[in-house]
C-alpha cells in the first residue's frame, strides 16, 4: 500500500512568510509524528497526535509553530514569519498505534529554506 | 525523557562486522529501543526493536545487557548499501490517550563502509 506522504517536497520562502508543510499517513494508523532535521544533524522531535487526543505540543520550539490533524488523516504543520533557522527537513512519520514500541514509518520529508 | 548518546561515525571494511553502541543511562521501565537506519535525502526506517536480552532478525541483532542502559545493533557481513546514519531511539509503549509523548533520537552514528 501507499506510504506516508508530504507535500511539498521542497519549499523555498522569504523570511517573515508563512509555510504550511502537509503530512498525509498511513491509512488506518492512529499516531503521527513531525519532527525537523537540520543540516548534518540528527531528527528533533516536534509533536505528536494519537487518535482525536490533545497532542503534546511542547516539543514545537517556539509559538510560531503549530500543527493540526483532522481525525486519523492529514496533519499539517505550519510555522508562521518564517526565520532562517527553521531552514531544515521536516519530517512525518506515523504509526500503526501509539507508542515508541511501535514501529514509524517516515515519508521523503520537507525541505524547507528560508532566504 | 532517556537520552541516548552514540559515536558519531564509524567506519568499516565490506565483509566485516559492525557493532554499534548507544548508551541511555535513564532508560525507563516502559520503555523500548528501536533502531533506524537513514540514507541521505530519505527519511529513516526501521531496523530492529527490543526491549530485553538479544533479539535477531534478517538484517540484524540487536543486544540488550540486564541493566539495560545500553544497547548494541549488530550488523553482519556489511556491505556499501550499509553506507547510512544509524540512529537509536528509546521510548515507551504507553498509550496515555491525553497526547502527553516524547521520543528522543540519539544524534546518529555515521557508518561509512569502504570497499
Known amino acids: 500500500g501507499a506510504g506516508v506522504s508530504q507535500s511539498p517536497s521542497n519549499k523555498v520562502t522569504e523570511k517573515g512568510k508563512d509555510v504550511e508543510l502537509r503530512c498525509d499517513p498511513i491509512s488506518g494508523h492512529t499516531a503521527l509524528y513531525w519532527y525537523r532535521q537540520r543540516l548534518g544533524q540528527g531528527l528533533e522531535f516536534l509533536i505528536y497526535f494519537q487518535g482525536n487526543s490533545a497532542p503534546d505540543k511542547s516539543g514545537l520550539p517556539s509559538d510560531r509553530f503549530s500543527a493540526e490533524r483532522t481525525g486519523e488523516s492529514v496533519s499539517t504543520l505550519t510555522i508562521q514569519r518564517t526565520q532562517q533557522e527553521d531552514s531544515a527537513v521536516y519530517l512525518c512519520a506515523s504509526s500503526l498505534k501509539a507508542g515508541g514500541a511501535d514501529t514509524q514509518y517516515f515519508g521523503p520529508g520537507t525541505r524547507l529554506t528560508v532566504l | 525523557l532517556a537520552k541516548t548518546t552514540q559515536p558519531i561515525s564509524m567506519d568499516s571494511y565490506e565483509g566485516q562486522e559492525v557493532n554499534i553502541t548507544c548508551s541511555h543511562n535513564?532508560?525507563?521501565?516502559?520503555?523500548?529501543i528501536t533502531w533506524y537506519q537513514q540514507f541521505p535525502s530519505q527519511g529513516p526506517r526501521f531496523i530492529i526493536q527490543?526491549?530485553?536480552t538479544k533479539v535477531t532478525n534478517e538484517v540484524a541483532s540487536l543486544f540488550i545487557p540486564a541493566d539495560r542502559k545500553s544497547s548494541t545493533l549488530s550488523l553482519p557481513r556489511v556491505s556499501l548499501s550499509d553506507t547510512a546514519v544509524y540512529y537509536c531511539?528509546?521510548?515507551?509503549?504507553?498509550?496515555?490517550?491525553?497526547?502527553?509523548?516524547?521520543?528522543?533520537f540519539g544524534k546518529g552514528t555515521k557508518l561509512s563502509v569502504i570497499p
Open positions: 527490543g526491549y530485553k
Open positions: 531511539l528509546v521510548g515507551d509503549d504507553r498509550d496515555s490517550g491525553a497526547g502527553s509523548y516524547q521520543l528522543t
Open positions: 535513564n532508560i525507563a521501565t516502559n520503555d523500548y
